[in-house]
């Protein structure tokens, strides 16, 4: 079983920026693809960004540019910088690993971009 705690979520003006963190319990971080899904008010939870095992990325593209994910492996943390946020991009954030076909979820953290 894996446990993920996200944080480092907040309140934000457009065109700010955040660094959420997810860490991962477990001696196998590095072995595992990791992701950022987000999920706003009345809409269903979607990908964010991805980051495979050997460090490949990629992005939805309403993030592409703005948002960078990376990893830690030491650490056993996933990160997601984000910048120029924009109002749109508020929803709580979760961070995700599938292992032997089951999807593990954090808590969530809040992000909320103010106009």
Same mark, same amino acid.
Do not use: H
């Given at each position: 079983?894996?446990?993920?705690?996200?944080?480092? &979520?907040?309140?934000? *003006? $457009?065109? #700010?920026?955040? +660094?959420?963190?997810? %860490?991962?319990?477990? /001696?196998?971080?590095? @072995?595992?693809?990791? &992701?950022?899904?987000? *999920? $706003?008010? #009345?809409?269903? +939870?979607?990908?964010? %960004?991805?980051?495979? /095992?050997?460090?490949? @990325?990629?992005?939805?593209?309403?993030?592409?540019?703005?948002?960078?994910?990376? +990893?830690?492996?030491?650490?056993?943390?996933?990160?997601?910088?984000?910048?120029?946020?924009?109002?749109?991009?508020?929803?709580?954030?979760?961070?995700?690993?599938?292992?032997?076909?089951?999807?593990?979820?954090?808590?969530?953290?809040?992000?909320?971009?103010?106009?």
């Amino acid at each position: 079983q894996v446990q993920l705690a996200e944080s480092g &979520g907040g309140l934000v *003006q $457009a065109g #700010g920026s955040l +660094r959420l963190s997810c %860490a991962a319990s477990g /001696r196998t971080f590095s @072995t595992y693809a990791m &992701g950022w899904f987000r *999920q $706003a008010p #009345g809409k269903e +939870r979607e990908l964010v %960004a991805t980051i495979s /095992r050997s460090g490949t @990325t990629n992005y939805a593209d309403s993030v592409k540019g703005r948002f960078t994910i990376s +990893r830690d492996n030491a650490k056993n943390t996933v990160y997601l910088q984000m910048n120029s946020l924009k109002p749109e991009d508020t929803a709580v954030y979760y961070c995700n690993t599938v292992r032997g076909g089951i999807p593990y979820w954090g808590q969530g953290t809040q992000v909320t971009v103010s106009s």
